[in-house]
Structure formats: structure tokens, C-alpha cells
């Protein structure tokens, strides 16, 4: 039965506040337990991940002569390039294409599955470029024999198993199933470090690249391999959008890539301009301490992968204001205190990091320093950069290409990079100027936010 109610008749008095003490508090702080716990699982999942992917990492550049490690990160070169190269900025648009949108599902996944789709219109011209390095270096560096091109023929499987992975990864975490990421995060990594041990310990010296290769695909394959139950990564291999939703993702799409293609695509290279370069125009020797000297810098990952995995779906659903500044403003200063401790240990105890990854580098362990200094630059800008991407926030960023390729060309002319330092000089620089462009970019955000709300 209805009621219905007459005319002066008294409405009803809403319920009083919660008192303090009340459900609503322990509610709260329920929320509060439940995030901290997610975000020290999720920490610790990330942790363990990136540490067992150093301790292989390590264990590689400990037992591979250097002119073995030189082939070795030639070839990761090429692998990541392939990633990178084929996803033009693809990555950073699940998030503010899919914003706070849950329902219906099937839409969801069909639009993640949708920028999957269109992520492989890119990959051929990157496979060309790729291979164009490939067969420049390598016949530089006299690599072209039978063991190199098959450990480089499995590094191209394993990027297609990579792509695939990460469009899995980018899919739960739009759901927000962090649970699930972790669990792939440690499947994976334990695999890696297994099949990396197996590979050093059981190869001859002959195949040992070949392996460590393979152990890089069946890791990604590990991964997917948690993913078989889960219903909705099932439906993602099936999704479709009907025509007028298709055209409606591929507009917005658009309009989020357009502005980072380019930018995107320099991105790319310059996240391992030094080992590229080194590779073109220096010798074997210093591929690897180049490689090398980058391993210790594997710590600075776990951060990236905890914000990728929870702060910046946070920042790209949160209100517009004061509460999303503060968020921002709050994870940078977190952020920037625990990367200056790593700074401040890699000046005073550098031969605590050398010991990491071998005697044989211990000459370079006074260049350590400038090696964390440029990964601090270059990361800190990649948390700018994707704080910006998470809001949608594309523009501009063309301008960041002819400013650095300025600075490199002039460095290139008077400096040269043929030798380690050299090269890591021009890491700095180059990181620098990534840096300061993407905190200006992101300041001018906050201003833009600032005069708008003084207008109101």
C-alpha cells in the first residue's frame, strides 16, 4: 500500500546525524583499513615483482661477460622499442575513455578491446623501424650469427605475448580487480626468475641469450595464464561494440591520441636514448656498462607501478578541485622524498650498489650517481606526464620535441656520446628537460584550476 500524503499533513523528520561513535565512523574508517590494506597488498605485490625481476636482472649482468650482457641489452632495446613504438600513447587512453563509467560491463570491455584493436594499426611501421636499427647495429657490431637472430626472433614473439598482457592489465585495473594484477605481478616475475636461473645455470654460454629471451615470453605467458578463469577477460577476447558505440570510442580516442603520437613515439626512443646511441655510434663495452649501471635504478619501478596500479585511476575519477590538487600535491611530495633517499645513498655507498651488479664495474661506481640522478628525472616526469594523461589532459606536449632535440643535437656536436660518461651526461640533460617541461605543464593545470575558482 501507497501512502499518500494530505495537505499540511507533517512530513517526516529526517534521521539525526550520526553521532560520533556511530556506524558511520566505524563505516569510515572501514573504508580507511580497507585502502591502506590494498595499497601495502598491491606495495608489497609490486615490491616483490620488481625485486625478483632485479635479482634476475643481477644475476644476468653477475654471470654474462660484457660483450655477451652488450648483445644481451641490444636486444631488450629492440624489444622495448617494439612495445613502445606500437602503442603511441594507446595505454593512456583506457583511462579517461572509460572515466567513471561501470555499466553496462559490456561496454567497458568492448571499448578496452577496441583500443587493443587499433593498437595493432601501429605496429607494422614500428616493426619496420625496429628492424632497420636491428640490422644497422648488429652488423656494426658483427652480431649477425645463428644464436643472436634466434634469441632475436624470440624477443619478437615476446613482445606479442607483451602487448596482449598489457592489454589484459589495463583492462582490470579500469575494473579496479587490483587483486587480480597482483596476483599476475607475482605469477610472472616468480616465473621470470626461474626460467632466467634455469637458463644461466643449464645453457652453454652459446645459448644463454636464447634462453634468457624464452624466459621473458613464457613469463608474459605466466601472467595470461592466471587470467583464464576470470570472466572478464573471457568476454574480452569476444567483445564488440555495435557500430555507432565503435565510431563514438574511435572519436574519443582520437581526440585524447591525437596530441600524443608524436610526442609519444619521442618518448619512447628517449627512454633509452643512451643505450641507442651507445649502440650506434660507441663500442660493445659500453652497451653493457651503460645496461648495467641502469640495473640498481629497477627500485624506482616499484613506485611507477603502485601509482600506475592506484593513484592515477584515482586521480582520473576524482571530482574536479580542491580534493584532486591535494591528492596531486600530496603523492608528489611522498614521491620526492623516498627518490631523494635513494639519490643520497647511491652518492655515499655506491659500492654497496656496484656489488650488485658485479666486480667487473666497479671502475664506473663514481658514475652511479649520475645514472640514478637521470632515472629520478626521467621517472618524475613520467609520473607528471601520466597525471596529466589520467585527466585527459593531452595538449601541448609537440612542444617538448624540438626543445630536446635541440639540447641533444648541441651535446652530439660539442660532446659526443661514444663513451659511458658521455652518454650519461646526455642522459641527465635529456632528463632534465623532460622533467621541468612536464612540472610546467602540470603547474599550469593548478594555475588554470586556480584562476578559474578566484573567477567564481
Not at 649477425?144 to 632475436?152: E, R, V
Not at 590538487?325 to 655515499?348: A, M
Request: a positive charge.
Amino acid at each position: 500500500m501507497t501512502a499518500v500524503r494530505t495537505e499540511g499533513a507533517k512530513a517526516p523528520e529526517s534521521p539525526p546525524p550520526p553521532e560520533p561513535g556511530d556506524g558511520h565512523e566505524v563505516a569510515s574508517g572501514h573504508r580507511l583499513f580497507s585502502r591502506l590494506s590494498r595499497l601495502s597488498f598491491t606495495a608489497g605485490a609490486e615490491t616483490i615483482g620488481v625485486a625478483v625481476g632485479a635479482i634476475s636482472g643481477f644475476a644476468i649482468v653477475h654471470e654474462l661477460p660484457k660483450a655477451v650482457y652488450a648483445q644481451y641489452s641490444f636486444i631488450v632495446v629492440c624489444v622495448t622499442f617494439l612495445v613502445g613504438l606500437s602503442d603511441v600513447g594507446l595505454s593512456h587512453c583506457y583511462l579517461p575513455l572509460i572515466g567513471n563509467r561501470t555499466h553496462p560491463l559490456s561496454w567497458v570491455i568492448g571499448a578496452c578491446r577496441r583500443v587493443y584493436q587499433l593498437r595493432w594499426l601501429f605496429f607494422l611501421p614500428a616493426l619496420v623501424f625496429v628492424l632497420c636499427y636491428w640490422i644497422y647495429a648488429s652488423v656494426q657490431h658483427a652480431w649477425l650469427f645463428g644464436d643472436f637472430i634466434a634469441a632475436s626472433l624470440i624477443g619478437a614473439v615476446a613482445v606479442l605475448v607483451t602487448i596482449r598482457e598489457q592489454a589484459s592489465r589495463s583492462l582490470l585495473i579500469v575494473l579496479r580487480h587490483v587483486s587480480i594484477v597482483n596476483r599476475m605481478t607475482l605469477a610472472s616475475s616468480a616465473a621470470r626468475l626461474g626460467f632466467v636461473l634455469a637458463a644461466l645455470l643449464l645453457l652453454p654460454a652459446a645459448y644463454v641469450v636464447i634462453g634468457l629471451m624464452l624466459a621473458t615470453a613464457l613469463g608474459s605467458m605466466v601472467a595470461l595464464a592466471q587470467l583464464v578463469a576470470v570472466p572478464e577477460v573471457k568476454a574480452f577476447g569476444k567483445a564488440t561494440l555495435e557500430k555507432t558505440q565503435r565510431a563514438d570510442v574511435d572519436q574519443r580516442v582520437k581526440a585524447i591520441l591525437q596530441p600524443l603520437v608524436i610526442p609519444m613515439i619521442f618518448y619512447q626512443v628517449q627512454g633509452v636514448i643512451a643505450v641507442f646511441l651507445v649502440s650506434l655510434f660507441g663500442v660493445t663495452n659500453s652497451i653493457a656498462e651503460v645496461g648495467a649501471l641502469t640495473r640498481p635504478t629497477l627500485i624506482l619501478a616499484v613506485l611507477d607501478r603502485v601509482m600506475n596500479v592506484l593513484l592515477f585511476p584515482g586521480i582520473a575519477r576524482a571530482a574536479s578541485g580542491a580534493p584532486l590538487h591535494r591528492l596531486i600535491v600530496r603523492s608528489q611530495l611522498l614521491y620526492f622524498s623516498l627518490v631523494l633517499l635513494l639519490l643520497l645513498s647511491s652518492i655515499v655507498w655506491p659500492e654497496l650498489w656496484i656489488l650488485l651488479i658485479g666486480r667487473q664495474y666497479l671502475p664506473q661506481k663514481d658514475l652511479l650517481w649520475m645514472v640514478f640522478l637521470s632515472a629520478i628525472l626521467m621517472y618524475a616526469a613520467g609520473t607528471a606526464f601520466a597525471t596529466l594523461t589520467s585527466r585527459g589532459k593531452t595538449s601541448g606536449q609537440f612542444l617538448l620535441i624540438p626543445l630536446v632535440l635541440a639540447i641533444q643535437l648541441a651535446l652530439v656536436i660539442f660532446m659526443g656520446v661514444s663513451t659511458t660518461r658521455q652518454a650519461l651526461v646526455f642522459s641527465i640533460a635529456t632528463s632534465t628537460t623532460f622533467f621541468v617541461f612536464q612540472y610546467a605543464m602540470l603547474a599550469r593545470q593548478y594555475l588554470t584550476y586556480r584562476e578559474a575558482k578566484s573567477r567564481a
